[in-house]
């Protein structure tokens, strides 16, 4: 049964670890008044290192099993997704290359997302009788890759040009805070474990977005809302395909955070930087807050009957 | 005219025809009769009372040699989506990833590997996949009488399985009020092709 208890603890926990491992390199180098090149270095690796800690710990927490091969796709997502969305990460930061290469790796999770996530499953396959009135598996499945891949570019590119126009600490804040309230509404209808998958995420994210803000010069953070996109996509693609949540539920909860940081504020809001960061956090709260009533509503109507 | 040695070529040949077909004609080979079968299944709910539910879609086929039994074998395959305890909306949960999650896992298979008679029936130990999991199980399928209606040669069989679902990879925290054994209760009839 799920235990609020257990899930506090599972996104404190991936929230603390990654506090720990961004910041103490930091602070080591700090201490030991270290050359620069080298606090270089270590940045490269602190934001993938403090991520994937905290998801490890936070899964550990919520007592994940970590079986190989991954059979179902929370599996996948957590096993392959995650940690090969941070290498392709730090690949683009440890090495020089062009801009068009940067690119290309940049974009390399968005094209893997949704084949990995949807692998072996019924989206991808022929139906099973003839009885099936879905289309045959060789139609729907290009359909369903395709347009998954186009909705995550779209959402990918419109987050890089949110980016440039609004800080990119204020854009990975909003799309991290809506990883909890994705997970809740995929838990609301009915997919406890792939729900809980959120705050493992959302806690190392937050942490890490948190954490930058204590290191000013930190040039990685440009790719944390992209980062942070990715991991809410997956998520809401689990919750929609294999959980019960709706295509426009799964829509506009990965609208909220875009949606938060696309309307443009008064001048006097974007002049100071928390200002602007309470509008934007005020506006997404008041998206999300209607989103998750209408699905506590649908769970008092449909799964409460059911617990009780 | 047929000579006599004429005769008794075409009476070897058919012989030797006839030794061949054997055994073929030995086992009777089925297919499992939708109409007249079902499978369902029953859970403890906080180990006081008991949830009824069964499978709607079920396939399989089945041969049974009487002369040896080992030559027999059983498969049967359920379509996971199926399920059905009367109640739309634990349907649903049950098709989630925290029960059969029948979107990755779309189908229950059965598959025997060793056949053995018994009095009353055969004891069958096979292969049993759920939930991407593959177990090997031991189980009497009591039955096998066989009548002939309209036509058409019919068998029976039923069987009673006792199952632990995190013994198939069930996520152990959705466990929970629904108790981790389930009941899965047999009882098919086969047509012949």
């Known amino acids: 049964m799920p235990d ?47 991520i994937a800690a905290g998801v490890i710990v936070g899964c550990h927490v919520l ?30 930061s440890l090495w020089s290359h062009t801009a068009g290469t940067i690119r290309l790796l940049r974009l390399l999770p968005s094209l893997a997302c949704p084949l990995l996530i949807l692998y072996g499953s019924v989206h991808l396959r022929a139906p099973l009788s003839v009885a099936d009135h879905s289309l045959p598996g060789t139609v729907a499945a290009p359909l369903i890759i395709g347009s998954c891949t186009i909705t995550l570019l779209a959402a990918v590119f ?16 909003l799309i991290t805070l809506t990883l909890p309230a994705a997970g809740i509404s995929i838990m609301l209808a009915g997919y406890i474990k792939g729900g809980s998958a959120a705050l493992p ?22 790719a944390l809302p992209d980062l942070a996109l990715l991991l809410l996509f997956g998520l809401l693609m689990i919750g929609h395909f294999f959980g019960r949540i709706s295509l426009l539920q799964a829509a506009s909860l990965l609208g ?19 200002g602007e960061l309470r509008l934007r956090l005020l506006i997404l709260a008041v998206l999300i807050a209607a989103q998750l009533a209408l699905a506590a509503w649908e769970f008092s109507v449909r799964m409460k009957p059911l617990l009780a | ?42 859970a403890r709910h906080l180990d006081i009372s008991w949830i009824h539910g069964r499978f709607n879609e079920v396939d399989g086929k089945f041969s049974i040699d009487r002369e040896d039994a080992s030559k027999s074998s059983f498969q049967l395959t359920i379509k996971a989506d199926s399920v059905d305890t009367a109640n739309p909306a634990r349907d649903e949960h049950l098709r989630q990833p925290d029960y059969f999650d029948t979107k990755q896992f779309p189908t229950i298979e059965f598959q025997s590997t060793k056949v053995k008679a018994i009095e009353g029936g055969f004891e069958v130990t096979g292969n049993f996949t759920m939930h991407g999991t593959t177990k090997e199980i ?13 036509g058409v040669r019919r068998v029976g069989f039923s069987t009673e399985l006792r199952l632990k679902r995190s013994d198939f990879g069930f996520d152990k925290n959705a466990i929970g009020p629904i108790g981790d054994e389930a009941i899965v ?7 012949s092709k």
């Open chain 1, 4 to 50: 609020g208890f257990v899930f506090a603890q599972a996104f404190f926990a991936s929230m603390g670890v990654s506090v720990l491992v961004l910041l103490t390199p930091f602070a080591l180098l700090r201490l030991t008044r270290s050359t620069p090149s080298l606090h270089n270095h270590s940045t490269v690796f602190s934001v993938p290192g403090s």
């Open chain 1, 63 to 92: 007592q994940f099993p970590w079986t190989w091969p991954p059979a179902n796709a929370i599996e996948r997502f957590l096993q392959l997704f995650v940690p090969g969305t941070l290498i392709v990460h730090l690949a683009v």
């Open chain 1, 158 to 173: 419109t987050t890089q040009s949110l980016t440039r126009r609004t800080s990119p600490l204020i854009t990975g804040l």
């Open chain 1, 201 to 222: 995420l959302a806690g190392s994210l937050l942490a890490t977005v948190l954490g930058l803000r204590f290191l000013p010069h930190e040039p990685r953070r440009h």
């Open chain 1, 256 to 274: 909220s955070p875009l949606l938060a940081a696309a309307i443009p504020l008064p001048q006097k809001f974007r002049s100071r930087h928390t």
């Open chain 2, 1 to 42: 005219m047929i000579t006599v040695h004429q005769s008794c070529r075409i009476f070897s040949g058919l012989l030797a025809l006839l030794c061949a077909a054997l055994p073929a004609m030995a086992a009777e080979e089925y297919v499992y009769d939708a109409v007249h079968s079902s499978v369902s299944f029953k």
């Open chain 2, 138 to 150: 031991t189980f009497k399928l009591m039955g096998g009488k066989q009548i002939e209606s309209r």
């Open chain 2, 185 to 191: 209760i047999i009882d098919c009839e086969g047509m």
